[in-house]
T-cell receptor, first 116, second 110 residues
Framework: GAVVSQHPSWVICKSGTSVKIECRSL??????MFWYRQFPKQSLMLMAT?????????EQGVEKDKFLINHASLTLSTLTVTSAHPEDSSFYIC????????????FGPGTRLTVT | GQQLNQSPQSMFIQEGEDVSMNCTSS?????WLWYKQDPGEGPVLLIA?????ELTSNGRLTAQFGITRKDSFLNISASIPSDVGIYFC??????????FGDGTTLTVKP
């Protein structure tokens, strides 16, 4: 149980285009979903937290107009990187929490984004 | 904001050795979680701790929730090559706000 999937697992896009990453909880209802960014050999950097049906709460320094997050259902959240630039290249990981299971977060396998 | 100090930053050990890593904070947490991340993958939950003083095992892994609620440690006994990866601690407040440590990178030499 507690499986989270992400799609795509990797994507290459051209500078200036937008990319959408999907995060799904497969066998539980995710009341809260989190989006992280991770640079090589570094820790997880929380970008935003979203509750189903509500606007996402962004961490300081994260541009909400650039990283659009939608948590439209209890099993799906999307992160759209708009007008991507090479510096947006990174490993993006989502995680989901079932509110009935205390605080455990279950992570997706991550999406490697490369902007050329 | 709350900060976690996770140490050591990296470890190079021989297969069969025991490993110990810890996280400390100046803040109190109500839950501690330990995760392992393999290269190119998302973190996987290893152990969850909910009460001060709690000691929990998962196979060769043992973790403890410090009595002051400001620290936690993770031990791995008799390490094997597949233990290689990055280990993260995460502390959670009552409000569900999480703070992650910077990770401990473990290398196991056969």
């Amino acid at each position: 149980g507690a499986v989270v999937s992400q799609h795509p697992s990797w994507v290459i896009c051209k500078s200036g285009t937008s990319v959408k990453i999907e995060c799904r909880s497969l066998d539980f209802q995710a009341t809260t979903m989190f989006w992280y960014r991770q640079f090589p050999k570094q820790s997880l950097m929380l970008m935003a937290t979203s509750n189903e049906g509500s606007k996402a709460t962004y961490e300081q320094g994260v541009e909400k107009d650039k990283f659009l997050i939608n948590h439209a259902s209890l099993t799906l959240s999307t992160l759209t990187v708009t007008s991507a630039h090479p510096e947006d290249s990174s490993f993006y990981i989502c995680s989901a929490r079932d509110g009935r299971l205390r605080y455990e977060q279950y992570f997706g396998p991550g999406t490697r984004l490369t902007v050329t | 904001g709350q900060q976690l100090n996770q140490s050591p930053q990296s470890m190079f050990i021989q297969e069969g050795e025991d490993v110990s890593m810890n996280c400390t904070s100046s803040s109190i947490f109500n839950t501690w979680l330990w995760y392992k991340q393999d290269p190119g993958e998302g973190p996987v939950l290893l152990i969850a701790l909910y009460k001060a003083g709690e000691l929990t095992s998962n196979g060769r892994l043992t973790a403890q929730f410090g009595i002051t609620r400001k620290d936690s440690f993770l031990n791995i006994s008799a390490s094997i090559p597949s233990d290689v990866g990055i280990y993260f601690c995460a502390g959670y407040t009552n409000a569900g706000k999480s703070t992650f440590g910077d990770g401990t990178t473990l290398t196991v030499k056969p």
